[in-house]
């Protein structure tokens, strides 16, 4: 199980930054030279269900826009390629004393699985990290409004296709009205004002 042990924000708003965003669904960690727009979408998703699944208590989210975009030459030419942009706002009241434990979380399952660091958002209310894939997808972790918490990653230039919408279901369902949905779910680890004591390794 991913430690929770807490870490503090500053520690994690001093990364070093990197450079350069996978695994996936039937494609073997590297090999990306058969990809085309919706499978990049596909791979993308899956790396976020990957981050996603490495914390625990399990935070509650919905699916954000999606965007496709295409990509130009140095013409500013339509090159036949595009990219995709994939969004997930979680749902899940994460308190300002649990913030950095949960960025630690996420930045140290990104570390475990050979993703770069590339930049880092140093702020106590709006804090951010920013990574890459070897394959150069770009994803990144930010605290918004009311301390919501945001994944988003984007794909590089693949060739363009039709880009289906996510297959993978929310755990919870979706809110009506604009985006985003303000978090709503109360969780007794994450949503907790509580200290949270060093001893602790865990949280189930």
Same mark, same amino acid.
């Given at each position: 199980m991913t430690s929770l042990r807490l870490v503090p924000i500053a520690i994690i708003l001093t990364l070093a930054t990197g450079c350069s965003a996978t695994s996936g669904i039937g494609h073997p960690e590297g090999n990306t030279s058969d990809m085309d727009m919706r499978r990049a979408a596909e791979e993308a998703d899956a790396i976020m269900q990957r981050t996603l699944s490495s914390v625990k208590p399990e935070l509650r989210w919905n699916h954000g826009p =999606?965007?496709?975009?295409?990509?130009?030459n140095g013409n500013n030419d339509s090159s036949g390629t595009g990219s995709v942009k994939r969004r997930i706002a979680i749902m899940t009241v994460v308190s300002k004393e649990r913030r950095g434990n949960l960025l630690g979380v996420v930045e140290r399952d990104w570390n475990a699985r050979g993703y770069r660091i +590339? #930049?880092?958002r140093? =702020? =106590?209310e709006v804090p951010a990290i920013y990574a890459a894939t070897p394959e150069d997808f770009r994803m990144r972790v930010a605290v918004g409004g009311?301390?919501?918490? *945001? *994944?988003?990653i984007t794909t590089p230039c693949? +060739?363009?296709s039709v880009v289906p919408d996510p297959a993978v279901e929310p755990n919870t369902p979706q809110r009506a009205?604009?985006?985003?949905p303000r978090p709503d779910v109360h969780d007794e680890f994450w949503s907790s004002n509580a200290p949270l004591p060093t001893?602790? #390794?865990?949280a189930s």
């Open positions: =999606s965007n496709d975009k295409s990509c130009v +590339t #930049s880092v140093a =702020s =106590s009311e301390g919501q918490f *945001f *994944f988003s693949f +060739t363009e009205g604009d985006y985003p001893s602790s #390794s865990s």
